[in-house]
C-alpha cells in the first residue's frame, strides 16, 4: 500500500465570483445522479480530477439556456 494513495477527498470544490452570481464553477468527484449506470452518474470525475471548470447555472433563464436536456415529472 503506498502511503499516498487516496483514500478520500473532498465532495465538492467551488468557486463563486460575486460580481457574477447567475454563473458559479463548481465540481463534485462523482456526478449529477444517483442513478445507477445513468450517463451522468460519474460524469465528473474526470473534470473533478483535473481541475477542468463546470459551471453551475442558477437563474430560470441561465438555465433555459444553457440547458442541454430536460426531465419533466408529471402526475
Do not use: C
Request: no cysteine; aromatic share 12%; charged share 25%.
Amino acid at each position: 500500500e503506498s502511503p499516498f494513495e487516496i483514500t478520500h477527498t473532498a465532495a465538492l470544490r467551488m468557486v463563486v465570483d460575486f460580481a457574477d452570481s447567475d454563473k458559479v464553477m463548481a465540481v463534485i468527484p462523482g456526478g449529477v445522479t444517483g442513478r445507477t449506470f445513468h450517463p451522468y452518474q460519474k460524469d465528473q470525475v474526470e473534470p473533478f480530477m483535473s481541475g477542468e471548470k463546470v459551471y453551475w447555472w442558477f437563474s430560470d433563464n441561465a438555465i433555459d439556456t444553457h440547458k442541454k436536456s430536460m426531465l419533466v415529472l408529471a402526475p
